[in-house]
């Protein structure tokens, strides 16, 4: 058996239904390699969402590496031997956290990255909040490694936006919602022929819950997130 040592800490509630997918998922990944029927150290701090998407959509984000770096260091005081963020739209201010955090940090991106190198692919759609589809976060790491991010039509954002902070965050999801968010997944296969998709936000996988669409492949940030966090713990 693997010497376990390390402790995950996990910056939670935005929003609380992907961070009970990331506890959730952590266990029983860890479990099945793991078989003496241990498990894992974890550590959840779970924050205001509202204050945290406040900020961000006042632009403030001075503000918002500040209240998530102070959240950051009290897992750090906890014990936790790294952090990761249970969302994809505060990776917004990753790379500032990073450099100032007491403890290294898992970027959701970057791991994200991989899985669609890994396949080879050049063109993927970009699911998320409003902050993420229209943030710089995730073409940053891509662009520059070759591979394009493609967006939906704004008025598509605002529908995958609206229907996110109103229904998916909420613990909602509608029959009608999800059949709506496939029809833009096949716009973006037809109009700009894109090879895979990131569900990027940590609720998305919460109502597309299939692998592929169409032909092309769902990356559920989570689960690769979740998969270099055990990665970690076991090191």
Known sequence: MKNIKKTAGIIGGIAPES????????????????????????????????KMLDLIGADRLGDVTQYLLDEIKKLAKAGADFGILA????HIVFDDLQRQSPIPLISIVDVTYEACHHLGL?????????FTMQGPFYPQVFNKRGISIIVPAIENQDYIHNKYMGELVNG????????????????????EDIQGLILGGTELPLILTEDTYGGIPFFDTTKLHV?????????
């Open 227 to 235: 998969a270099q966090i055990i990665e970690e713990m076991l090191k």
């Open 87 to 90: 969302s994809n739209t505060p």
């Open 19 to 50: 961070t009970i997918a990331y506890y959730r998922l952590i266990i029983s990944g860890f479990r099945q390699i793991v078989k003496d029927g241990s498990y894992p150290s974890i550590l959840i701090n779970s924050i205001d969402m509202k």
């Open 172 to 191: 909602v999801f509608l029959p009608e919602t999800r059949q709506m968010l496939l029809s833009i997944v096949e716009q973006l296969q037809t109009r």
């Open 122 to 130: 050049k063109k993927v759609g970009l699911f998320g909040t409003r």
